[in-house]
């Protein structure tokens, strides 16, 4: 059985046996939403008190910046690995175990003020961003399915949510609570979050048989996306042409022709790369990296024009906390815009959906250029509309996945797609770091740095959605 049979419901004479989730689908649902809406806040935990750590930690920034890079660089790394072990035994079980190091990460984090310990508990928090991918494979197994696709777009809406509420809740926390204090609330939400797993979410059927573990590829994904999005994070400050650069990338590029060869020669592999190179496959994966991209295009560049000082002409020089709230609006509009956005997936098909999400937020790029210089309201709106079509876009992707991928690789397959919007995203910071250094003997960056840089946004939305028109499935041809 494919998932897209699982899907579009039972097409032959013998009854389906009824999901496991069926009872309850609303508090499953909304039970996975929160456990990704947890990890989705730990992203941005330490960013509201980063520019104070130096100081406090006796370390240059630029080893303080190690606490996000190595968050990122822990979840990409997670997403298909987890999902292959999720695949193998059992979505649920990987996702307590994300959280399970979410919580141990906060723990060490909150009792130490060691730059070693505080990195290495970062990382362990970083693993926990496999719970969104993982939750919504574990949706797509164990509700019915005509509850599944809002379900996996609720679930999919807590990024936006999550990136909307993760900058002013971090910073009220701090303000009231310190720096060990967001590790105590976030150690706290975890447990919380898998108490609830545990309870209300039930385990989806046992796999009739195991698969053996592919440690050689697991390790092999490991070093090739360490390489490269370490290269990618700090080439700017080390220098592109920097040894240390050069080596990260020359490690990522071996690493990843190594896995190539051991992957095609394995019965169980980690990652399918036949099915993986795919049309379909490519066209959704390589789309991805870009929705990725534009994505962190909007978050870095709407932050940085409303962070930056007035006196640049174009900068509304808000703090932290207020910078959140004027996020809040889109992420909110985000949440909002997911159930309907899986309402037309279901009535259109994901691939329309996808689309028209990606022509909403080119327009919301477009409009960026003449509205984020002005009023602050302007680009507030322009925000929530470029949210609103990511949020569209996001809560699409997995049910155009599913469509195109075996029951059996689903895990694996969402992590892959979450690896490549991280991927997306690590280019998209690096970009940001070239455009925004500011110029020998100049006191602010250009505003034409600021417009560059959202046009490389609105281009990389609009190459997405003429890739997703591209996009053909087996189970989709002649389908939208």
Same mark, same amino acid.
């Given at each position: 059985?494919?998932?897209?049979?699982?899907?579009?419901?039972?097409?032959?004479?013998?009854?389906a046996r009824?999901?496991?989730?069926?009872?309850?689908?609303?508090?499953?649902?909304?039970?996975?939403a929160?456990?990704?809406?947890?990890?989705?806040?730990?992203?941005?935990?330490?960013?509201?008190?980063?520019?104070?750590l130096?100081?406090r930690?006796?370390?240059?920034?630029?080893?303080?910046?190690?606490?996000?890079?190595?968050?990122?660089?822990?979840?990409?790394?997670?997403?298909?690995?987890?999902?292959?072990?999720?695949?193998?035994?059992?979505?649920?079980?990987?996702?307590?175990?994300?959280?399970?190091?979410?919580?141990?990460?906060?723990?060490?984090c909150?009792?130490?003020?060691?730059?070693?310990?505080?990195?290495?508990?970062r990382?362990?928090?970083?693993?926990s961003?496999?719970?969104?991918?993982?939750?919504?494979?574990?949706?797509?197994?164990?509700?019915?399915?005509?509850?599944?696709?809002?379900?996996?777009?609720?679930?999919?809406?807590m990024?936006?949510?999550?990136?909307?509420?993760?900058?002013?809740?971090?910073?009220?926390?701090?303000?009231?609570?310190?720096?060990?204090g967001?590790?105590?609330?976030?150690?706290?939400?975890g447990?919380?979050?898998?108490?609830?797993?545990?309870?209300?979410?039930?385990?989806?059927?046992?796999?009739?048989?195991?698969?053996?573990?592919?440690?050689?590829?697991?390790?092999?994904?490991?070093?090739?996306t360490?390489g490269?999005?370490?290269?990618?994070?700090?080439?700017?400050e080390?220098?592109?042409?920097?040894?240390?650069?050069?080596?990260?990338?020359?490690?990522?590029?071996?690493?990843?022709?190594?896995?190539?060869?051991?992957?095609?020669?394995?019965?169980?592999?980690?990652?399918?790369?036949?099915?993986?190179?795919?049309?379909?496959?490519?066209?959704?994966?390589?789309?991805?990296?870009?929705?990725g991209?534009?994505l962190?295009?909007?978050?870095?560049?709407?932050?940085?024009?409303?962070?930056?000082?007035?006196?640049?002409?174009?900068?509304?020089?808000?703090?932290?906390?207020?910078?959140?709230?004027?996020?809040?609006?889109?992420?909110?509009?985000?949440?909002?815009?997911?159930?309907?956005s899986?309402?037309?997936?279901?009535?259109?098909?994901?691939?329309?959906?996808?689309?028209s999400?990606?022509?909403?937020?080119?327009?919301?790029?477009?409009?960026?250029?003449?509205?984020?210089?002005?009023?602050?309201?302007g680009?507030?709106?322009?925000?929530?509309?470029?949210?609103?079509?990511?949020?569209?876009?996001?809560?699409?992707?997995?049910?155009?996945?599913?469509?195109?991928?075996?029951?059996?690789?689903?895990?694996?397959?969402?992590?892959?797609?979450?690896?490549?919007? =991280?991927i @997306?995203?690590?280019?998209?910071?690096? +970009?940001? *770091?070239? /455009?925004? #250094?500011?110029? $020998?003997? %100049?006191? &602010?960056? =250009?505003? @034409?740095?600021?417009?560059?840089?959202? +046009?490389? *946004?609105g /281009?990389? #939305?609009?190459? $997405?959605? %003429?890739? &997703?028109?591209?996009?053909?499935?087996?189970?989709?041809?002649?389908?939208?």
């Open positions: 059985m494919t998932t897209h049979q699982i899907l579009t419901g039972p097409g032959s004479e013998k009854p009824a999901p496991a989730g069926a009872r309850h689908p609303v508090r499953v649902a909304l039970v996975v929160f456990a990704a809406l947890v990890t989705t806040l730990n992203q941005t935990l330490v960013v509201p008190v980063l520019p104070g130096p100081a930690l006796q370390v240059t920034p630029s080893v303080a910046a190690w606490l996000v890079t190595a968050t990122i660089i822990a979840g990409a790394v997670a997403h298909p690995v987890l999902g292959r072990l999720g695949d193998q035994f059992g979505m649920r079980r990987m996702m307590i175990v994300a959280l399970c190091a979410m919580v141990l990460g906060s723990l060490l909150m009792v130490s003020d060691d730059i070693a310990v505080l990195i290495a508990g990382a362990l928090q970083g693993l961003s496999a719970t969104i991918p993982l939750g919504m494979s574990l949706v797509a197994v164990v509700l019915e399915p005509r509850r599944r696709a809002a379900a996996i777009a609720t679930v999919s809406a990024m936006g949510v999550g990136g909307a509420l993760g900058l002013p809740a971090a910073g009220l926390v701090s303000r009231f609570w310190g720096f060990h967001l590790f105590a609330v976030s150690a706290s939400a447990v919380v979050a898998m108490a609830a797993l545990l309870l209300a979410v039930p385990a989806p059927p046992r796999r009739a048989r195991a698969r053996r573990v592919d440690l050689a590829g697991a390790a092999l994904l490991t070093c090739s360490v490269l999005l370490v290269g990618l994070d700090r080439g700017g080390w220098g592109w042409t920097n040894a240390l650069t050069i080596a990260c990338f020359a490690a990522a590029l071996v690493a990843g022709c190594l896995l190539t060869l051991v992957e095609l020669r394995r019965h169980d592999p980690l990652i399918d790369l036949r099915a993986a190179v795919s049309r379909s496959a490519a066209a959704i994966n390589g789309g991805s990296v870009l929705i991209f534009a962190f295009a909007n978050f870095l560049g709407i932050v940085g024009r409303l962070q930056a000082p007035a006196a640049t002409g174009y900068g509304h020089g808000l703090s932290v906390l207020a910078t959140g709230l004027c996020l809040l609006p889109g992420g909110l509009l985000a949440a909002t815009v997911a159930p309907l899986a309402r037309l997936s279901a009535a259109a098909g994901p691939r329309v959906t996808i689309v999400g990606c022509a909403v937020s080119a327009a919301g790029f477009a409009a960026q250029i003449p509205l984020g210089h002005g009023a602050l309201w680009l507030i709106c322009v925000v929530a509309v470029i949210s609103a079509g990511n949020a569209m876009v996001m809560a699409a992707l997995p049910a155009l996945i599913l469509r195109v991928t075996p029951e059996t690789d689903i895990g694996v397959t969402n992590g892959l797609n979450a690896l490549a919007r =991280a @997306g995203m690590s280019v998209s910071s690096a +970009v940001f *770091g070239i /455009v925004t #250094t500011v110029p $020998a003997g %100049a006191a &602010f960056v =250009a505003r @034409g740095a600021f417009d560059a840089f959202t +046009v490389a *946004g /281009v990389a #939305t609009l190459v $997405a959605l %003429a890739l &997703f028109l591209l996009q053909r499935s087996g189970h989709d041809t002649g389908r939208a």
